[in-house]
C-alpha cells in the first residue's frame, strides 16, 4: 500500500502523476481495497496467498494467444520450459482459485502485453506470501515475456521506487550497543539484520 507506506523516494508522486495521464493505467491486485487500489484503474480482489495462481494464469494467456514481444523472446532462454510446465494450466480454474472473474484476469494479461511499455512493483505483501520465491519468479517471466525488462517505462532490476546513486561516500551507520556496521544496500542508505534486534534491546 505505498500511498500511505511512502516506500521509496516520492512514493506518492507517481500515483498523482498515472490519474492525471489518460494515457497510462494503474492495476492493483490485493486482497484489501487499501488507499492504492482506491487510486487504480482496475482493482483484482485476489484470495491471499493466491499471488502465484493469478501469474500463472497470466503467463498461460501470454503464452497461449502469443501476446509477447517476439524480438524479446528470440533473445531469451527458457521460454520452452515454461510453454511445456504451463500446458496443462487452465486459466479457469486458477482464476477460481484466486476468487477473481476469468474476463478481468485475461483483460489485465491483454492490456499489459499491448501497453508500449508497462511494469510490476511489488514489496512486502508478495516476498512474504506463500510461493514467495517462485512468485518472484513469475514476475520476471511476466517482464520478460512482454519485453519489458531494461526498456523505457519498464522493469530495471531492482524492484522498488528508489531512485539510482552512486556509491556510498561514507562509512555505514553504526549499531549503539553491539557496534556493528549497517550493511551498504541501495546506494546511501545502510540496512542492519534484524538478528541484531534483541542484542541492541
Known amino acids: ?60 494467456i501470454l503464452l497461449d494467444e502469443q501476446l509477447g514481444d517476439p524480438a524479446f523472446l528470440e533473445r531469451t532462454d527458457g521460454i520452452s520450459a515454461v510453454r511445456h510446465a504451463l500446458q496443462e494450466a487452465s486459466v479457469g480454474e486458477l482464476a477460481t482459485r484466486c476468487g477473481l472473474d476469468e474476463d478481468d484476469i485475461h483483460a489485465v494479461a491483454r492490456e499489459f502485453a499491448a501497453a508500449k511499455s508497462a ?58 550497543e553491539s557496534g556493528i556496521p549497517a550493511l551498504p544496500m541501495f546506494g546511501q542508505l545502510g540496512y542492519f539484520s534484524p538478528n541484531l534486534m534483541a542484542e541492541e534491546i
Do not use: M
Open 1 to 60: 500500500n505505498p500511498v500511505i507506506s511512502h516506500r521509496g523516494s516520492q512514493a506518492t508522486r507517481p500515483f498523482a502523476t498515472l490519474a492525471k495521464d489518460p494515457a497510462r493505467q494503474l492495476v492493483v491486485v490485493d486482497p484489501r481495497h487499501t488507499e492504492t487500489a482506491q487510486r487504480a484503474d482496475r482493482h483484482l480482489a485476489s484470495r491471499p496467498g493466491t499471488d502465484a495462481q493469478f501469474l500463472i494464469a497470466v503467463i498461460k
Open 119 to 176: 511494469c510490476i512493483f511489488w514489496d512486502l505483501g508478495v516476498e512474504q506470501c506463500r510461493y514467495s520465491t517462485l512468485v518472484s519468479y513469475l514476475i520476471r517471466v511476466v517482464l520478460v515475456l512482454t519485453g519489458n525488462i531494461g526498456n523505457p517505462g519498464g522493469n530495471g532490476f531492482l524492484s522498488t521506487f528508489l531512485p539510482t546513486t552512486g556509491p556510498r561516500r561514507k562509512p555505514p551507520p553504526v549499531a549503539p
